[in-house]
């Protein structure tokens, strides 16, 4: 449905988009995810028109959209700050963009209320933004996005003002909405579980440009490179070398052997390890590595524990209190052996 192919955008002498490609599937939820100062933003400013790129073109269902304004374009996005209109009531604010295209009253307020009903406010048309609780203000921004029916929605980091039950909720409601109007999203965030729980695909942007794209499972369980693998689920990295069958693995600092599932190309390469997929005590493990317990963190459903092995290197592990804190407790100090199934390895190239 979309496609962005080679858009370079600078602002003066730095390129906060380097000939970037992309496409967008019909009914597609696409994330856009990186860190600060990645590109992901003025990536989905350029598709809603709001930044000209210097070059590269934008293409929506065959239509180039490079030299249309804003609002000609059949693109909305809500922003992060939602702007709604504190002087209006909540129905006026859904329907301000109908009311621009010249809809009669009849068909606005009739789009309104389906609006209303769709985002679950029935019943707060009268009531101002200033009367309402974050979420409900995100929810109304949202209606007022998808009123004028547009065929591609942009959202710029829209739970970020939520608190954590109430985005998980609304990341929830999102889906759902998706789901039974059948338009794209694209959405901007820099939080892994929120791209990870909502994303149908997700694109890793790194410096102006993506650094992978695919789907949640394919990035996370195969990241294409280092930096894929730390930013996307901040994987352990040790550096090793991959033997010729592909599958048998020299750690050199530490001196260790240990095997892989899933063969890597033979040679100096890195190993990286999921956190959630080690195991503190797990002596007969498949692959162990010997250390010493640096730090304990409590979150409540898990312990961080961060083991320095011999070469000083720190191996984060997680641990599930599925039974309560007594079953994970682990002492800071205590020597321990850390244990993963070949499925754990990941490789990737140096």
């Known amino acids: 449905m979309l496609t962005v192919s080679g858009v370079t955008v600078r602002y003066g002498g730095h390129r906060a988009l380097d000939r970037l490609d992309l496409t967008v599937g019909r009914d597609e939820l696409f994330v856009l995810l990186g860190g600060s100062g990645s590109g992901k933003t003025t990536l989905l400013r350029a598709i809603g028109g709001f930044v000209r790129p210097e070059s590269g073109r ?12 804003p609002h000609k374009r059949p693109v ?5 700050s939602y702007a709604l209109f504190p002087h209006m009531s909540v129905a006026s604010n859904i329907g301000f963009g109908l009311r621009q ?9 009739r789009r309104v209320e389906e609006m209303l009903a769709l985002v679950r406010l029935e019943g707060f048309g009268r009531r101002r933004p200033s009367e309402l609780s974050g979420g409900q203000q995100q929810r109304v921004a949202l209606a007022r996005s998808l009123a004028p029916q547009p065929r591609l929605l942009l959202l710029d980091e829209p739970f970020s003002a939520l608190d954590e039950g109430l985005r998980m909720e609304t990341r929830a409601e999102l889906v759902r909405l998706r789901r039974s109007l059948g338009i794209s999203f694209v959405l901007v965030t820099h939080d892994q579980e929120e791209a990870l729980s909502v994303a149908d695909r997700i694109g890793v942007m790194r410096d102006g440009r993506m650094a992978q794209i695919g789907t949640p499972v394919a990035l996370y369980e195969q990241p294409a490179d280092r930096f894929v693998a730390s930013f996307l689920g901040a994987a352990n990295i040790l550096p090793c070398v991959v033997g010729a069958d592909g599958v048998s693995i020299t750690l050199p600092a530490l001196d260790t052997d240990v095997r892989a599932a ?15 997929r080690l195991r503190i005590g797990w002596a007969d493990a498949p692959n162990t590595l010997e250390g010493v317990v640096h730090e304990v963190a409590y979150a409540g459903e898990a312990l961080t524990v961060r083991v320095r092995l011999r070469d ?3 191996l984060r592990v997680m641990r599930e209190l599925s039974d309560g ?26």
């Open 58 to 69: 934008i293409v929506l269902d065959g239509a180039d959209l490079s030299a249309l304004p």
């Open 76 to 80: 909305n996005t809500m922003f992060q």
């Open 101 to 109: 295209q010249g809809v009669s009253r009849a068909e606005t307020q």
């Open 262 to 276: 899933r063969a890597g190309t033979p040679g100096p390469g890195l190993l990286a390890l999921r956190a959630e």
């Open 312 to 314: 000083g290197t720190r």
């Open 325 to 350: 804190l007594a079953a994970g407790a682990v002492s800071v100090g205590a020597t321990v052996r850390v244990g993963w199934q070949p499925e754990a390895c990941i490789l990737l190239p140096e």
